[in-house]
C-alpha cells in the first residue's frame, strides 16, 4: 500500500499549485478572503471528484501498462515536478506532468499507446484558446446582463462577491471532476484501485495541498499577468471552470492553469492588450513545456534505478 504514497504527494503538489488557479483571481482583487477560497476549494474538490472523477480515470490508466510499482513512480515523478514549480510560485500543468511520467516510463516498460496522446494533445492546446474566446464574450454580454447592478455601487460588491465565490465553486468542481484522475489515474490503471477509490483518496490530497501550500502560485495568477478588478475576476473564473468541466464530459484531463491564464488573457484583451504582461506569460509558457519533459526525465531515471535494484535482487 505504501505505492500509493506517489498518488498522495502528487495530489498535494496539484492542491497546492493548481487551487490558485479557481481563487487567486478573487483573492487577489480582494474580493473573497484566502481562507474562504480554500475551504470553499477543498470541499468542491472532493465533491467534483466524486461526482465525475470516474470519466477521465481510463485516458491516464491506458496510456502505458501499469503495474503497481510503475504507478508509483509516475505519480511520485509527476509529484516532484509539480512540487518544484509550486515552489517557484509557477502555474504548471498536472496534465502535462502525469503523462510525461507515463510515458517516460512507456518507453523502459512497453511502447506506450500514443493513439489517445493525439486526443490529448489537441485538448491541451484548445484549452487555453477555448478559454481566452469564452472569455471574450462573456465579458460583454454578462455586463450587459448586470448592468444596471455593476452600475449600482450599493449592490455592486454583493453581486461581484456572489457571483466570484459561485464561478470559484464551479471552478474547483471542474477541479476535481477532470483533475483527480491525474492524480490516481494509474492506480485505477494498475488494478490497485478502483475508480472510486482513486476519486476519493485523489481529491483528499488534492485538498491537503490546497489548505498547506497554496498562496504562492495565486500571487502569480492574480497579479501578475494582468491586475483584475472582481468582475474581470469572476468572467476569467467562470471561463476557465466551463472549459475545464467541458473537457471532462470529453474524458480527457486538462491542466486548470491553461485554462485560468487563458481566461485571464481574454479578459485583459478586452480591456487592453497592453494590460497583460507579456514577460509572466512567458514564464509560464517555458514551464507549460518543461513540464512533461521533466517529469518523463525524471520517471525514466528513477524506473532505470528500480530496473538496476531489481535486477541486483537490492529491491
Same mark, same amino acid.
Given at each position: 500500500?505504501?505505492?500509493? $504514497?506517489?498518488?498522495?504527494?502528487?495530489?498535494?503538489? $496539484?492542491?497546492?499549485?493548481?487551487?490558485?488557479? $479557481?481563487?487567486?483571481?478573487?483573492?487577489?482583487?480582494?474580493?473573497?478572503? =484566502?481562507?474562504?477560497?480554500?475551504?470553499?476549494?477543498?470541499?468542491?474538490?472532493?465533491?467534483?471528484?466524486?461526482?465525475?472523477?470516474y470519466?477521465?480515470?481510463?485516458?491516464? +490508466?491506458?496510456?502505458? *501498462?501499469?503495474?503497481?510499482?510503475?504507478?508509483f @513512480?509516475?505519480?511520485?515523478?509527476?509529484g516532484?515536478?509539480?512540487?518544484?514549480?509550486?515552489?517557484?510560485?509557477? !502555474? /504548471?500543468?498536472?496534465?502535462?506532468?502525469?503523462?510525461?511520467?507515463? &510515458?517516460? #516510463?512507456?518507453? @523502459?516498460? +512497453?511502447?506506450?499507446?500514443?493513439?489517445?496522446?493525439?486526443?490529448?494533445? &489537441?485538448?491541451?492546446?484548445?484549452? !487555453?484558446?477555448?478559454?481566452a474566446?469564452?472569455?471574450? /464574450?462573456?465579458? !460583454?454580454?454578462?455586463?450587459?446582463?448586470?448592468?444596471? #447592478?455593476?452600475?449600482? #455601487?450599493? =449592490?455592486?460588491?454583493?453581486?461581484?462577491?456572489?457571483?466570484?465565490?459561485t464561478?470559484?465553486?464551479?471552478?474547483?468542481?471542474?477541479?476535481?471532476?477532470?483533475?483527480?484522475?491525474?492524480?490516481?489515474?494509474?492506480?485505477?490503471?494498475s488494478?490497485?484501485?478502483?475508480?472510486?477509490?482513486?476519486?476519493?483518496?485523489?481529491?483528499?490530497?488534492?485538498?491537503?495541498?490546497?489548505?498547506?501550500?497554496?498562496? *504562492?502560485?495565486?500571487?502569480? #495568477?492574480?497579479?501578475?499577468?494582468?491586475?483584475?478588478?472582481?468582475?474581470?475576476?469572476? @468572467?476569467a473564473? $467562470?471561463?476557465?471552470?466551463?472549459?475545464?468541466?467541458?473537457f471532462?464530459?470529453v474524458?480527457?484531463?486538462?491542466?486548470?492553469?491553461?485554462?485560468i491564464? +487563458?481566461?485571464?488573457?481574454?479578459?485583459?484583451?478586452?480591456?487592453?492588450?497592453?494590460?497583460?504582461?507579456?514577460?509572466? &506569460?512567458?514564464?509560464?509558457?517555458? +514551464?507549460?513545456?518543461?513540464?512533461p519533459?521533466s517529469?518523463?526525465m /525524471?520517471?525514466?531515471?528513477?524506473?532505470?534505478? =528500480?530496473?538496476?535494484?531489481?535486477?541486483?535482487? &537490492?529491491?
Amino acid at each position: 500500500m505504501w505505492k500509493l $504514497l506517489g498518488g498522495v504527494f502528487l495530489g498535494w503538489s $496539484l492542491g497546492s499549485n493548481d487551487s490558485a488557479n $479557481l481563487f487567486g483571481t478573487g483573492v487577489a482583487a480582494k474580493v473573497v478572503k =484566502y481562507r474562504t477560497a480554500v475551504v470553499l476549494i477543498s470541499v468542491f474538490v472532493v465533491v467534483g471528484a466524486l461526482a465525475e472523477g470516474y470519466k477521465n480515470m481510463d485516458t491516464v +490508466g491506458a496510456m502505458s *501498462k501499469m503495474t503497481p510499482m510503475t504507478a508509483f @513512480i509516475a505519480a511520485a515523478s509527476a509529484g516532484i515536478c509539480v512540487a518544484f514549480f509550486s515552489y517557484l510560485s509557477l !502555474p /504548471v500543468s498536472t496534465s502535462q506532468a502525469i503523462m510525461g511520467s507515463v &510515458l517516460g #516510463i512507456g518507453l @523502459i516498460s +512497453g511502447i506506450p499507446d500514443l493513439t489517445k496522446l493525439y486526443k490529448v494533445f &489537441l485538448c491541451w492546446i484548445l484549452t !487555453p484558446i477555448g478559454s481566452a474566446v469564452l472569455s471574450i /464574450v462573456l465579458y !460583454p454580454l454578462f455586463a450587459r446582463l448586470f448592468k444596471k #447592478i455593476l452600475l449600482d #455601487i450599493q =449592490y455592486r460588491h454583493i453581486f461581484i462577491k456572489t457571483a466570484l465565490i459561485t464561478a470559484g465553486c464551479y471552478g474547483a468542481y471542474s477541479l476535481g471532476s477532470n483533475n483527480v484522475a491525474n492524480v490516481t489515474g494509474v492506480y485505477v490503471g494498475s488494478g490497485m484501485l478502483t475508480p472510486f477509490q482513486a476519486a476519493l483518496m485523489g481529491s483528499l490530497s488534492i485538498a491537503f495541498g490546497v489548505l498547506t501550500y497554496s498562496r *504562492k502560485v495565486m500571487d502569480t #495568477i492574480g497579479k501578475k499577468i494582468v491586475e483584475l478588478d472582481g468582475y474581470s475576476a469572476f @468572467i476569467a473564473e $467562470l471561463s476557465a471552470a466551463a472549459t475545464v468541466h467541458l473537457f471532462t464530459q470529453v474524458g480527457v484531463p486538462v491542466s486548470t492553469s491553461q485554462a485560468i491564464v +487563458g481566461g485571464v488573457t481574454g479578459v485583459g484583451i478586452m480591456k487592453s492588450v497592453r494590460t497583460v504582461k507579456k514577460r509572466t &506569460l512567458v514564464e509560464i509558457a517555458i +514551464g507549460w513545456i518543461s513540464t512533461p519533459l521533466s517529469s518523463g526525465m /525524471v520517471a525514466y531515471m528513477l524506473m532505470r534505478l =528500480y530496473i538496476t535494484f531489481a535486477e541486483s535482487g &537490492l529491491q
